[in-house]
């Protein structure tokens, strides 16, 4: 790794990834609907195709089920396929593939099989009004399925190093981007590194209350907690990796402040959100000051209006609103 540094973009970040792994390794090739010409939905994969050929960057028809299906065969096989799904809304399309078979071919082939596939796929969409159907946030869909590894593209830096370290992996990873973040710059190393999966990061240290939020929740809590420096000592914890999940980093953190506030953008009733508060509460029950708060969505689709969009999504005046709940704060 470099030890210079540059400004680049999310989005430009992930296509560093995606090409110095298809430099890296002949077996990684790039599978999905419109990402070789067209370079994707949000333009993550342009240039790549020229520069790399069709047989290993190259279109699919419209169906989520066939390309994660065979990406899954072809990884048995000896490939390392990443997977493009436009939005994780339509991963729901996809979802056999994963749990039922992806996910499950290493212990039913004894442990003598691998699985080296990587799932692309985007939250969020609500600030772009995608409605409905195209802006859901589904990583904690899949954290319940055994086999599989979750992780969450929530900064610049976090983003490219983890992605290539799932591609590197050899059991299937969904990656989880975020279309709101994907014009977010910032200073990452020059050159390429990788980051393990399984650890969680802390963002900004404090000693009043910790935050643990994802993705764009992860940019709205570290504006918050800038905010609040004169009056609260807000401590910020990224998650990272939803499976495996760094626990004990989240609980050092809650074990010291005594507060925790969790803001995911996903619904709060069996959500991940709703799922860290119960890890953080169980290994650090007798440490709290107050119940885990949970910010995230209530239990409705998301809307197409903006007004209703924002009612519904949360912003940093949620988080806000919650640390402030907090007893004696």
């Keep these: 790794m470099s030890g210079s540094e540059s400004e680049t973009s999310m989005r430009d970040a992930i296509n560093d990834a995606l090409r110095e792994e298809l430099q890296r390794d002949e077996s990684v090739y790039l599978i999905g609907e419109d990402i070789a010409d067209a370079g994707g939905s949000f333009g993550i994969t342009r240039g ?29 096989t000896g490939s390392r396929p990443v997977a493009e799904i436009m939005y994780a ?27 080296p596939m ?5 939250n969020g969409g609500a600030g772009f009004n995608a409605a409905a159907q195209h802006s859901k946030s589904l990583h904690g869909l899949f954290v319940g399925m055994p086999g599989v590894r979750v992780v969450l593209g929530s900064t610049v830096h976090d983003t490219k190093g983890l992605l290539k370290s799932a591609i590197r992996s050899d059991d299937p990873v969904l990656f989880f981007e975020h279309m709101e973040l994907y014009n977010r710059e910032a200073e990452i190393p020059e050159g390429a590194y990788t980051l393990p999966l399984g650890e969680a990061a802390v963002e900004r240290d404090g000693e009043d209350v910790t935050v643990v939020a994802t993705q764009l929740m992860l940019h709205h809590a570290l504006d918050v907690a800038g905010s609040l420096a004169g009056e609260i000592s807000v401590e910020v914890v990224s998650p990272r990796t939803m499976k495996p999940l760094d626990v004990d980093t989240l609980v050092e953190s809650a074990k010291r402040t005594g507060r925790v506030v969790v803001a995911d953008e996903s619904v709060i009733q069996g959500g991940p959100g709703s799922y860290l508060a119960r890890r953080i509460e169980e290994a650090a029950f007798y440490h709290l000051e107050a119940p885990v708060a949970v910010v995230g969505v209530d239990d409705t689709p998301i809307p197409f209006s903006p007004p209703l969009a924002d009612a519904v999504v949360p912003g940093p005046g949620d988080i806000e609103d919650a640390i402030r709940d907090l007893p004696r704060l």
């Design 48 to 76: 790549l195709h020229e520069e790399f050929g069709e047989e290993r960057v190259f279109d699919t028809p419209i169906s989520e089920q066939a390309i994660v299906g065979s990406s899954a065969g072809a990884a048995l």
């Design 89 to 115: 809304d339509f991963m729901a399309l996809a979802a056999e593939q994963v749990m039922n078979q992806a996910g499950l071919f290493r212990y039913m082939f004894g442990g003598d099989a691998t699985v």
């Design 118 to 122: 990587t799932v692309r796929t985007v």
